[in-house]
């Protein structure tokens, strides 16, 4: 009986010490117990829940470069993982394909010019009276046509990979050349090599898959069932790291093997530290009309299934219960009577929480 009536008085004490909402104690009695205080952080932020995701390059910013003729492929250059620029050599060929369209390129500047000639000559044959009209119309329409050819030949040097630096110089040295140069058409980071020397390569045969990293995306599996609360512009932070992103697009159909939607997700700024095709886990977090607090778990104390923390002031520590809204590793997300000026307590919880109860230390 004894000991029955000496719980009931003990926890009636507790309730007692906990309907009590302020601790007082002195800056040397802080000191002696280590209790840190430090500013609140404010977040509009609730977490939702951690999902697999795969770090992928936009479609748009990514290029295959093939061959543009059958050839032999004599230097490959740069490798895996090299940064290369726009116009850099990533590939020669030996092309007899493309000596042939240099041929018929030089083949159709002479024709082009020797038609150049005579639509000179009977232009003025014609303002002498010494040519019908007919004839000079006859000279036009054939100039028109060794020019078209030229253009053509040119254009198909263009296909084949030549610069137009390349093919002025052919057009006034003569000289033909096998080597077929494959230059980079973006600034990029080499992903892979699909090709290796001394192999004989088809016309649109693979070479090089190359990639802008300015801008990533994520590509999230979320689960179905978790899918009605999440909304576009909703923030993503990949686990460990402070590296942040944002939705932006979900899919409109459900994996059958797994029960989950596609995702994605515009990484924020540089992705320092982030690899093309590397799996992550991230946390999805949703924007919340009310204010909310970042605090370290250290600094939220529990009593009788409430949350406290403890807000500094002139007398020592106010007991103040907030609401635990979300975890995010070692820091929980709160809401509560604040304002965002207080400075709570955020180390040393368990010495305010023995004070507050009457416990005289410890937890």
Known sequence: ???????????????????????????????????????????????????????????????????????????????????????????????????????????????????????????????????????????????????????EARQLLLLAGMS?????????????????????????????????????????????????????????????????GIRLGDSVRLEGSEITARISLLGQSVNRDNQTVLGRAMIDGAADGLRVGQNVNVQIMQNSIQTGFIVPNTAIAQNEGHAYVFVRNQDGFAVTEVTVTGKQDANSLISGPLSGSERIAIKGAVALKANWLGLGGGE
Do not use: C
């Not at 104690?25 to 951690?50: C, G, M, T, W």
């Not at 004599?74 to 490798?79: A, D, G, K, M, S």
């Not at 092309?95 to 009977?122: C, I, K, M």
């Not at 006034?172 to 980071?189: E, F, M, T």
């Open 1 to 151: 009986m004894r000991t029955l009536i000496f719980s009931l008085l003990f926890v009636q004490a507790l309730s007692a010490f906990a309907q009590d909402t302020q601790i007082h104690i002195s800056q040397e009695q802080i000191n002696n117990l280590d209790i840190k205080v430090a500013q609140l952080n404010v977040s509009r932020q609730i977490p939702l829940f951690y999902a697999p995701g795969k770090v992928v390059v936009p479609a748009d910013r990514e290029v295959l470069v093939s061959s543009s003729q059958p050839g032999l492929v004599t230097q490959l250059p740069v490798n895996i993982g090299d940064k290369v620029h726009k116009g850099q050599l990533l590939a020669q060929l030996h092309s007899p394909e493309l000596v042939g369209l240099q041929q018929a390129f030089l083949t159709a500047g002479s024709e082009l010019n020797l038609s150049s000639l005579e639509r000179s000559r009977d232009q003025k044959l014609l303002q002498e009276g010494v040519i019908a009209e007919r004839r000079w119309q006859e000279t036009q329409m054939l100039h028109s046509s060794k020019s078209a050819k030229a253009d």
């Open 164 to 228: 137009a630096a390349e093919i002025k110089s052919l057009g006034q040295n003569h000289k033909l050349d096998n080597r077929l140069n494959i230059h980079s058409p973006i600034d990029g980071v080499v992903l892979e090599r699909l090709t290796s020397l001394g192999a004989r390569l088809d016309v649109q045969a693979p070479l090089y898959r190359i990639a802008d990293l300015s801008e990533l995306w994520l590509e999230i599996n979320i689960p179905q069932e978790r899918l009605s």
